[in-house]
Nanobody, 124 residues
Framework: VQLQASGGGLVQAGGSLRLSCAAS????????LGWFRQAPGKEREFVAT????????NYADSVKGRFTISRDNAQNTMYLQMNSLKSEDTAVYYC??????????????????WGQGTQVTVSS
């Protein structure tokens, strides 16, 4: 599967952005999906993950209550709605796909497919 992330940009603190991740291929619903981010000088970190059906979701503590992950299997697209953005959310955001068998996968090492990343910058 090939992934293409989009929707990043510059936003003021407290604002919102919606990221999209479009996938190629006809087997989109066979993958657990996730969003990860990497800030300058830091390791890539987990943001959110969603099960194949979309019923199960898991979030990093730092984004709980502010970010919402979703997917549309008919459109081969995953989303990340980001509200109440903070300066510490500034990072390159990556979408990823995993064939791991558990419903949700927060570990980046268990993802075999990655999109190219989209920059999110939150100004304070």
């Amino acid at each position: 599967v090939q992934l293409q992330a989009s929707g990043g940009g510059l936003v003021q603190a407290g604002g919102s952005l919606r990221l999209s991740c479009a996938a190629s291929g006809r087997t989109f619903d066979r993958y657990v999906l996730g969003w990860f981010r990497q800030a300058p000088g830091k390791e890539r970190e987990f943001v959110a993950t969603i099960s194949r059906s979309g019923d199960a979701k898991n979030y990093a503590d730092s984004v709980k209550g502010r970010f919402t992950i979703s997917r549309d299997n008919a459109q081969n697209t995953m989303y990340l709605q980001m509200n109440s953005l903070k300066s510490e959310d500034t990072a390159v955001y990556y979408c990823a796909a995993s064939t791991f068998l558990t419903p949700i996968v927060p570990q980046p090492t268990r993802y075999g497919y990655w999109g190219q990343g989209t920059q999110v910058t939150v100004s304070s």
